[in-house]
């Protein structure tokens, strides 16, 4: 295996250990709720920390790495992530929980910037797109995570020790990919700041794009189970199908991504997802039946796959700003697309209903086909931007 295969591993492996152990917090909130008697309500409450966190996390991960590189801030914060996890199954009370709960989000949101950041300077070395393979190894994780915390909970692991076996597994991970992480570019331009600046025409238009996109993928996330449950009336073995065939479709597609944009470009690959987002949410809502609905989940899936990766490609090569600010700007408009997606999904269905709910958000695979056909001018130049 050559130096440019093992970076690629190197950083997949990165990718894993953060989708990991976010998927082994995730498969264990059922007993943080048991163990602190919390309500639905008072669980939806502490769940907001992680966000709350993620949003403070984004302006320090586009100065921190403008002007320190993305290496050293890998280093750092990979640590802090992975010996945090374990802090949230040792907290004894939500006095301390809170805190350590928006330290975790944080930390991952500055992760997910400065590794995509490292990621895309790896895209340019090897003049190729390989983003959204990368993002396909986190939703692997993703199922590896469930499926170790299921193992886990089995053998009767207590939470804090589920996620210090995760945490010591995360450890290896990073030392033993670290020396691939290579220093970038140091920036002392005006283009970084803890800050984040208005948007340019393009990185709005991607922000609003990945926001479109974001807020079906929080849908599918929050509400497939209750969908399949309550609409398409699955038997209660079949009702989490809709998620696997979405979570399925999700993994797969990206990592066929990154060939669809090498052949085709990035914007054509935008307007294809578009409409497979709207086709499926209409299939399911117009037939509600078991096979239909997962089939209209799995073209979601496949959908929603390439929009972050996507995004992340053409606002890393923002010519006004550094990838990392750019990065940031991008991600906090598509961080509140997956943040209000799932109560607004909420609010209509209690309006209506669930199936409205599921009309209008198909709505949004037409506007990034919109936003993606209308207006070309703007993605000038990024078309097929990688290597550049």
């Known amino acids: 295996m050559n130096y440019l295969s093992q970076r690629r591993v190197a950083l997949g492996a990165l990718f894993f250990f953060m989708g990991i152990c976010f998927a082994s917090w995730a498969a264990r909130i059922p007993e943080i709720q048991s163990k602190f008697q919390l309500s639905e309500g008072q669980l939806g409450t502490l769940l907001l920390c992680l966000p709350i966190g993620s949003m403070v996390?984004?302006?320090?991960?586009?100065?921190s790495v403008h002007h320190y590189g993305s290496r050293i801030?890998?280093?750092?914060?990979?640590?802090?992530?992975a010996l945090t996890l374990p802090l949230i199954g040792l907290a004894p009370n939500l006095w301390v929980i809170v805190p350590v709960l928006m330290i975790f989000g944080m930390l991952g949101?500055?992760?997910?910037?400065?590794?995509?950041?490292?990621?895309?300077?790896?895209?340019?070395?090897?003049?190729?797109?390989?983003?959204?393979?990368?993002?396909?190894?986190?939703?692997?994780?993703?199922?590896?995570?469930?499926?170790?915390?299921?193992?886990?909970?089995?053998?009767?692991?207590?939470?804090?020790?589920?996620?210090?076996?995760?945490?010591?597994?995360?450890?290896?991970?990073?030392?033993?990919?670290?020396?691939?992480?290579?220093?970038?570019?140091?920036k002392e331009d005006g283009s970084g700041g803890l800050?984040?600046?208005?948007?340019?025409?393009?990185?709005?238009?991607?922000?609003?794009?990945?926001?479109?996109?974001?807020?079906?993928?929080?849908?599918?996330?929050?509400?497939?189970?209750?969908?399949?449950?309550k609409i398409v009336e699955a038997e209660p073995e079949l009702v989490s199908l809709g998620y696997v065939c979405f979570m399925g479709a999700m993994a797969f597609g990206r990592f066929v991504t990154d060939k669809a944009i090498n052949r085709y470009g990035k914007i054509p690959v935008l307007q294809i997802s578009g409409i497979l987002i709207f086709l499926g949410l209409l299939l399911a809502v117009l037939f509600p039946s078991l096979y239909t609905a997962a089939l209209g989940f799995l073209l979601v899936g496949f959908g929603v796959a390439s929009i972050v990766p996507v995004s992340y490609g053409i606002a890393g090569r923002s010519k006004l700003y550094s990838p990392s600010v750019a990065l940031a700007m991008v991600s906090t408009l598509s961080f509140f697309g997956f943040l209000v997606g799932p109560p607004l999904i909420g609010f209509i269905a209690e309006a209506f209903n669930l199936q409205v709910s599921f009309a209008l958000i198909a709505i949004n695979g037409l506007g990034i086909l919109l936003l993606t056909s209308f207006g070309k001018q703007v993605f000038h130049g990024q078309e097929n931007s990688v290597g550049t």
């Open 73 to 81: 801030v890998i280093l750092i914060c990979s640590f802090a992530y």
């Open 57 to 63: 996390g984004l302006p320090i991960a586009g100065w």
């Open 109 to 186: 949101n500055i992760m997910n910037i400065s590794l995509n950041t490292q990621a895309l300077g790896f895209e340019d070395q090897l003049g190729k797109s390989i983003l959204a393979s990368f993002h396909g190894v986190w939703s692997m994780a993703g199922f590896t995570g469930a499926g170790l915390g299921a193992g886990m909970i089995l053998l009767q692991f207590s939470p804090a020790a589920h996620y210090g076996v995760v945490a010591l597994l995360s450890l290896v991970i990073i030392l033993i990919s670290q020396k691939y992480v290579l220093n970038d570019k140091r």
């Open 195 to 229: 800050v984040l600046k208005k948007p340019d025409p393009l990185l709005l238009r991607v922000g609003v794009i990945s926001f479109l996109g974001m807020m079906a993928e929080g849908c599918m996330f929050d509400w497939s189970g209750v969908y399949f449950k």
